[in-house]
């Protein structure tokens, strides 16, 4: 029997902070009402944690809690989808792969887990197929509204890559693309420091988890690039400077963001952040700090936890702008050094 309402409940959390713009326009495209989870909270670290063993990763403790707050809400249908493969043998995590057995198994309640698996390495299981498991439940499975809805979410994650390459804010961007407006953001605020936030999507994007990393980096008047900021083309060069294979579903924002960064002369540092215990982003931090010497760009590794104390967070983040700053001015004085020293003079006097 089809579900009747058309109401789906979607975390703001892992997948969330890749494929919302997508999926945003697909299913308002079909009609139905988005109900988003709250912002993340001490209490939606501390529940999402209490379900799980305690060598979970962040992300996951996160995704949980943002369940459960939709279930609070209210919400009977939650779009929890299983996202194996993005491209022939590029996968996710095993955690990530198996969000809707994790959630099914962790989470109790008068609920119904709307599952859709996208595996770009088997057949009949790409993204088309993907979308239809994700409305069928809801009696939807007119092939032409279906592909009409997936040309909507395109346009509007297209519209907010743009906003997002020019340097607008995610939730900016984001409302702007759901509003279908797209606003070039013009703030071509020069900063005397500019540094490469490297991490996934989800772990800088959600405030609680990175402590608000982009503001607390803007108070230090440095200006703050990501992988968010940069094509695909762009993406995958990075990953040839690194010299490595693709593999990870999201290694491009990690691996390629580095690999690009390191490149650019624009960039004075590399910050990447990461959550304790994860296993693909342990192997991809240590092939970017190889390079990184290589290019002679400091870097500044940070792991964060649920239990990640804000000040020490901090303290770390000014020492290694200090740095820079110290680090630029000194090679800047150097240069105007070099530049006023005279000229001697090698004339050679023949009387």
């Not at 279906?146 to 340097?167: D, R």
């Not at 982009?214 to 993406?235: H, I, M, R, T």
Request: with cysteine.
């Amino acid at each position: 029997m089809a579900i009747k309402d058309k109401v789906i409940g979607i975390p703001k959390a892992l997948i969330y902070y890749n494929y919302i713009p997508f999926l945003a326009g697909f299913f308002h495209n079909l009609g139905f009402e988005i109900v988003y989870s709250d912002n993340t909270t001490k209490k939606t670290l501390s529940e999402g944690a209490s379900l799980v063993v305690t060598e979970t990763c962040l992300p996951i403790k996160v995704y949980v809690g943002h369940v459960l707050n939709l279930i609070e809400k209210g919400v009977k249908n939650i779009f929890v989808p299983s996202i194996q493969s993005v491209g022939y043998k590029i996968y996710n995590c095993s955690k990530i792969r198996g969000l809707p057995d994790l959630i099914r198994n962790v989470v109790k309640g008068d609920y119904n887990i709307i599952e859709a698996t996208l595996d770009k390495s088997e057949k009949n299981l790409g993204l088309i197929e993907f979308l239809k498991q994700a409305v069928e439940p809801f009696g939807i499975t007119d092939d032409e509204k279906i592909y009409a809805a997936l040309k909507a979410g395109f346009i509007q994650y297209n519209n907010f890559k743009v906003m997002v390459q020019h340097n607008m804010p995610f939730d900016t961007a984001l409302k702007n693309a759901v509003d279908g407006k797209v606003v070039i953001n013009q703030n071509n605020e020069n900063k005397e420091i500019h540094v490469a936030l490297i991490a996934h999507g989800y772990n800088i994007y959600d405030k609680r988890v990175c402590m608000d990393v982009f503001k607390k980096l803007n108070e230090l008047n440095v200006k703050v690039y990501s992988a968010y900021n940069l094509s695909d083309e762009q993406l995958k060069d990075g990953m040839n400077t690194l010299g490595v294979d693709l593999y990870w579903a999201n290694q491009l924002e990690m691996s390629g963001a580095a690999g690009y960064y390191l490149r650019s002369s624009d960039i004075d540092g590399l910050i990447t952040i990461t959550a304790f215990g994860c296993g693909p982003d342990s192997l991809m931090i240590e092939d970017i700090n190889r390079k990184t010497k290589r290019f002679n760009k400091p870097i500044l590794n940070l792991t964060i936890d649920e239990h990640t104390g804000e000040a020490g967070f901090v303290t770390r983040l000014e020492a290694f702008c200090d740095m820079l700053y110290r680090k630029k001015r000194a090679f800047k004085a150097n240069s105007k050094e070099e530049e006023i020293k005279p000229v001697e003079d090698y004339t050679i006097n023949l009387r």
